[in-house]
Every structure is written in C-alpha cells, then in structure tokens.
T-cell receptor, first 117, second 113 residues
C-alpha cells in the first residue's frame, strides 16, 4: 500500500527565497505531523494537524514558517525568506488518529532535504 | 530541555549477539513509547511500541522493556543481524491533546559480521 510521500526529495535554494514542501499522508489518516531534523540533532516537532485544522503550532521556529492542510489530506509547509539555519531534513508523518496509544503510531515519509545557500 | 535521552550515540555488536539500546525520559506524562529505525536518506520506520500499562512488548527479534519507576526503556534485538545496522530513535507521546512525538537524539547501531 502507499505510504507517506513527500516532494521534492531535495531542494536547494538561495537565502531569502521562499520554499514549499509537500506531504501526501497515508489515505484515511486524520492526523498529520511535520518534524525536522537538523544536522546531528534528533527530530524536532514543528506542527500538528487534525483534519484541516492545526491545534498545535508550537514547534514552528518563527513566523517565517507556516503550514496548511486541505481536504484532510495533502499538507504544504512553507518557509518564507529562507535562512541558512533552516537547512535540515523536513519529515512528515501521519497517523490514524490522535487519540493516543496505538492509534497514534506515526508513519513517516522519506523527507525533504532542504539546503539554503 | 531534553525530555527523551539516548545517552549512547553509537553501539557496535557482533552479529548473532544481543543488541540493547537504552532510552531515558523525564516527563511522567508520557504514556506511549515507540522505537523507530532510520537508514540514511530515508524517513524513520516504525519498529515497535509499548503502552505505559505494560512493561514488555515483543515482536519477533525485537522486545521493548519499560520501567516506569525508573523512567527507562530499552530495546533488545536478538539475534542481531547485519541489516539491523541503522540509527535507532526512541520516541514518547502523552496525553497532551495532540500526541506529538518527542524524540531522543538516536543511537547508531553497527552490527559487525
């Protein structure tokens, strides 16, 4: 079956440009999460969607970061005026629900490697 | 404030022996714990999980143990195989209303043939 997919797999951009990263979750998964992994670091939570709403945006590092989800499916993470410290692997995950326990087992996509020059 | 800690950045184990990966956490509100395995250039792959109401969960060669009083969990792999070489992340979630995962920094496991 289809897993979580992300595009592009790699993105190189210049400082100051805007970028959009896309995530297609597993069909039927209502919860969607964005994380990032900077070099030598663990995975850091960015934002969580339940359906199309984002009850928790607490992990977004600055107001240059935003995300949306439409139709309870595809999500886009947008970074405006990129900075070099935004360079990281951005990972998307989805789960059946967010009600806790096994229903929250999150399945990850392959990630988008963002490099800001 | 690192709420989930994996204090061993790397571990080498002989093929066929047992691999034991450790994880400690500080937040007593965590009630669900997971282990993920990650190969280079791929996303993390779910391996095994355990609820806080249990102290052991087994799936084939993989067993996770949870010691709530010590806020410690471990992943046992036996017998270890070369394909197990990867980075292993411990993660935890709790009843915070969103079930976001808090990850450790990972342990790189190398299985020596």
């Amino acid at each position: 079956g289809a897993g979580v997919s992300q595009s592009p797999s790699n993105k190189v951009t210049e400082k100051g440009k805007d970028v959009e990263l896309r995530c297609d979750p597993i069909s039927g998964h209502t919860a969607l999460y964005w994380y990032r992994q900077s070099l030598g670091q663990g995975l850091e939570f960015l934002i969580y969607f339940q359906g199309n709403s984002a009850p928790d945006k607490s992990g977004l590092p600055s107001d240059r970061f935003s995300a949306e989800r439409t139709g309870g499916s595809v999500s886009t993470l947008t970074i405006q005026r990129t900075q070099q410290e935004d360079s990281a692997v951005y990972l998307c995950a989805s789960s059946l629900a967010s009600s806790g326990g096994a229903a929250n087992t999150q399945y990850f996509g392959p990630g988008t490697r963002l490099t800001v020059l | 404030d690192q709420q989930v800690k994996q204090n061993s950045p790397s571990l080498s184990v002989q093929e066929g022996r047992i691999s034991i990966l450790n994880c400690d956490y500080t937040n007593s509100m965590f009630d669900y714990f997971l282990w993920y395995k990650k190969y280079p250039a791929e996303g993390p792959t779910f391996l095994i999980s355990i609820s806080s109401i249990k102290d052991k969960n087994e799936d084939g060669r993989f067993t996770v143990f949870l010691n709530k009083s010590a806020k410690h969990l471990s992943l046992h792999i036996v017998p270890s195989q070369p394909g197990d070489s990867a980075v292993y992340f411990c993660a935890a979630s709790g009843d915070f209303g969103n079930e976001k995962l808090t990850f450790g920094t990972g342990t790189r496991l190398t299985i020596i043939p």
